[in-house]
């Protein structure tokens, strides 16, 4: 049986569809190719001059680098453990912030580059900061190394040192045949492209409708001479707003129609930015005002954009611990296992609804062992409290008065055994559904949650054992009441 082929076959280099006149190879983006010219990645900058635009790709970072990252140690080794140390002290000391910030310029144009500057700071190579560089000035081998255009070498660049520049990398077609990546400017070019002609021709519609279309008509046929001093004189009219013409001469203000009064215009540029949204949030209920939405359909318009800021996160870990990271161990604690940095996206716990949840559990008859679940829970340091008396101590209860003997002694109720009996025989029947009910509550997230999963179990509790039950006691009932009336009681 034959081993495995190590070699890569499917390599850039032999892809023919990329065109390849250098050492380095095109981005191959359809947008750049039809509308960039000699922009290039420029082209995309156009789309952060977009208010909307800017906006929803500034979030999308935010929500990012608004989490706490930590850095995680590869074993409990004593060298592992200091090693993670030394990689979170040198990434504080560069604004790990910051650096995530740039790399996240990848999403709009599908690769970003940082520059790494080394430092030897007492026996320790640090990385004093890190530079985010400008896309334009970086080419890609067939291979995806990195070359820098320069004033030299301005079309296949230079050769780049190891160890030295960071590349991070997003492609929306989830491939690795395109070194520059392809980034969310491809999608959100044409969007914002249509939304700019459509708020020019609303500025022309505006403008035509503040400043009316003069017409003036004098009696004749057509004289050029009468039309030209005409002309002059509306001009004046225009600009010194008044006007003096001959008898005859009549001068009217032909307002244009305000067809929707620039609905259409706004109702398609809304759209537009919907659109932009829903490409770069993957939702579009936190940007758009216009747009109304249950509380449940928002809570997953928020699980979709924390969830799509959660993979950009990762994929941003895992360019660092694959270069800088890495780097850092292996220039100063050569053998140490390479710790991990990585962002914290857990949610903190709704202490409201587990409150109430509590609640509900101790109605059932059940409460926590002790205090310390407590405190564990909701924080602080709780004790529990001491029943109060229902009346002040300082007045005098006077003592309950004794009860009225009579001559014949009162009869025990002949009732109380068949109620007893009520109670041992149904009590199976009864423990059984709510043992099903306090499952649910037990499972459930929230008081809706609960509800739905009320709503769905409540076929499947059989009542007829109960019913059995309190049939057969009923007539048992009637049966004793029917002795005593027979009896003279």
């Known amino acids: ?104 310029g990848a999403v709009l144009k599908g690769y970003a580059v940082a520059e790494a500057m080394w430092e030897n700071r007492g026996g320790v190579w640090t990385v004093a900061r890190t530079k985010v560089r400008k896309q334009r000035r970086f080419r890609f081998t067939p291979e995806g190394e990195p070359r820098l255009l320069t004033r030299e070498s301005g079309f296949d660049g230079i050769e780049l040192p190891g160890r030295k520049f960071v590349v991070h990398r997003y492609n929306v077609d989830h491939d690795d045949d395109e070194p520059y990546g392809l980034g969310l400017g491809t999608v959100l070019f044409w969007p914002a492209w249509f939304k700019r002609q459509v708020l020019g021709h609303w500025l022309q519609a505006s403008e035509r409708f503040a400043a009316p279309t003069v017409k003036a008509t004098y009696p004749g046929g057509y004289d050029k001479e009468k039309q030209d001093k005409l002309l002059a004189s509306i001009r004046a009219m225009i600009r010194d707003a008044g006007i003096v013409v001959p008898e005859g001469v009549v001068i009217e203000l032909l307002e244009a129609a305000r067809g929707g009064g620039g609905d259409t215009q706004e109702g398609l540029a809304r759209y537009l930015d919907e659109l932009m ?48 990271v890495k780097w850092i161990v292996e220039v100063n604690m050569p053998g140490a296992g390479l710790p991990q940095v990585w962002r914290d996206f857990s949610e903190a716990e709704d202490l409201d609804k587990r409150a109430a949840r509590d609640k509900t559990i101790y109605d059932m008859g059940y409460r926590p062992k002790d205090a310390e679940y407590i405190n564990e829970t909701y924080g602080g340091d709780w004790v529990e409290k001491e029943d109060e008396p229902d009346e002040d101590d300082s007045l005098v209860v006077p003592p309950p008065r004794p009860e009225a003997e009579f001559a014949d002694p009162q009869e025990d109720d002949d ?73 003279g009681n």
Do not use: C
């Open 277 to 324: 949204s829903e490409a770069v949030l993957g939702e579009t209920l936190s940007t758009n005002s216009g747009e109304r939405g249950s509380r449940s359909l928002g809570e997953v318009h928020n699980e979709v954009r924390v969830a799509i800021a959660k993979a950009d996160a990762d994929l941003v870990s895992s360019t660092l611990n694959d270069t800088l």
């Open 1 to 104: 049986m034959a081993n495995p082929t190590t070699q890569e076959i499917a390599t850039v280099a032999r892809d023919p569809m990329v065109p390849q006149f250098s050492t380095t190879i095109d981005p191959t983006d359809a947008t750049i190719i039809a509308r960039g010219g000699g922009k290039g990645l420029a082209l995309y900058d156009e789309i952060k001059r977009d208010p909307h635009a800017f906006s929803v790709l500034q979030k999308r970072t935010l929500e990012v680098t608004s989490r706490e990252w930590t850095v995680i140690e590869a074993s409990d080794r004593l060298r592992d453990k200091k090693a993670a140390e030394l990689v979170k002290q040198q990434l504080k000391g560069i604004g790990f912030d910051r650096l995530t910030m740039g790399l996240m």
């Open 415 to 487: 009732l109380a055994p068949l109620v007893d009996q009520l109670d041992q025989a149904a009590a199976p029947a009864i423990s059984a559904m709510i043992a099903r009910i306090r499952e649910q509550v037990f499972a459930a997230a929230s008081y809706e949650d609960l509800a739905e999963r009320l709503l769905t179990i409540l076929p499947d509790i059989d009542p007829s054992n109960l019913a059995e039950v309190m049939e057969k006691a009923i007539t048992v009932a009637g049966l004793a009441g029917r002795n005593e009336v027979s009896n």
